[in-house]
């Protein structure tokens, strides 16, 4: 009861006062965004490569399961050395000439895929890369990927650090979110919710996923939203945001930032590029 009477004399408090929740600065919000956009395509890198993972047999032995999956990586991408030892793979990308990209994305790097389990209804599936790279953004740490066949979703819980190319700014993040295609389509893109969180230079994030839809070739989601936490203070805690997605053209997503009684509006081009709205 004493915990109650507290809390209701805290709010009443702040009714009485006006007291409003601190918005982010126009700064700040294009922080947020170049966060974000970074944060998303870092992801991208990783769960490209994770699509690998699903063409093999449920229900089979994970030694076969890694063969018959090493096969079709072959075929996929003609550039990788592939070691397959039990039912774990070791590959490394760009070592041959041929086809290097997958899902519009093309890569270098290493990454390691180990089937733990090829059980119908129980398919799990653990991923580590090294300086895994689209040219854009190199990703370097761990998944663990789960599959329920019945639902047609997976759960993703993974431990990375991302590093951008052109300035070397880089970032250690980790998440636990559900996945499902697009449309029913995964090689367009998928369907994301769940919760993430990451820690840069400008400090700690924390993200909980809405909705989202996002596009293999694009740098940001085109729908769903964000409840974001960011690292920036306000009077009486950290600042935070509701960020929505909505696609302008093929080329296009306009970003919209909602925090306190401010509201921000960005554009980001398929290349990654921000603009004010």
């Not at 294009?30 to 998303?40: F, M, N």
């Not at 096969?71 to 550039?79: K, Y």
């Not at 998944?143 to 993974?158: F, K, P």
């Not at 969180?197 to 996923?209: I, K, Y």
Request: overall charge negative; glycine content about 10%; hydrophobic content about 35%.
């Amino acid at each position: 009861m004493r915990t109650i009477l507290v809390s209701s004399l805290v709010a009443s408090g702040l009714a009485l006062c006006g007291c409003q929740q601190d918005s982010l600065t126009a700064r700040e919000a294009l922080q947020t965004v170049e966060e974000l956009a970074l944060e998303s395509q870092a992801l991208t890198v990783s769960s490209g490569t994770v699509e690998l993972t699903t063409s093999f047999t449920i229900g089979q032995a994970v030694e076969a399961a890694a063969d018959e999956l090493r096969q079709f990586i072959e075929t996929q991408l003609p550039c990788a050395e592939i070691t397959l030892v039990g039912a774990r793979l070791e590959i490394e990308y760009g070592v041959y000439s041929g086809n290097c990209t997958y899902h519009g994305q093309t890569y270098t790097g290493s990454h390691t895929i180990e089937i733990v389990s090829a059980a119908e209804g129980d398919v799990e599936v653990h991923h580590e890369w090294t300086e895994l790279a689209n040219g854009k953004v190199s990703v370097t740490g761990t998944a663990d990927v789960m599959w329920s066949t019945s639902e047609g979703t997976r759960n993703v819980v993974h431990e990375l650090v991302w590093t951008r190319l052109s300035d070397g700014f880089e970032v250690t993040g980790s998440g636990d979110r559900m996945q499902a295609a697009l449309g029913g389509d995964i090689f367009v893109g998928m369907t994301i919710e769940g919760d993430r969180g990451w820690t840069s230079e400008r400090g700690d994030w924390d993200l909980a996923v809405q909705g989202v839809e996002l596009r293999w070739e694009d740098p940001v989601p085109q729908a769903g939203t964000y409840e974001i936490t960011t690292p920036f203070e306000g009077r009486t805690a950290n600042k935070t945001a509701t960020v929505s997605f909505e696609r302008v053209d093929e080329d296009t997503i306009l970003v919209t930032i909602a925090s306190g009684t401010k509201s921000f509006g960005f554009e980001v081009s398929r290349s990654g590029t921000i603009s004010e709205e």
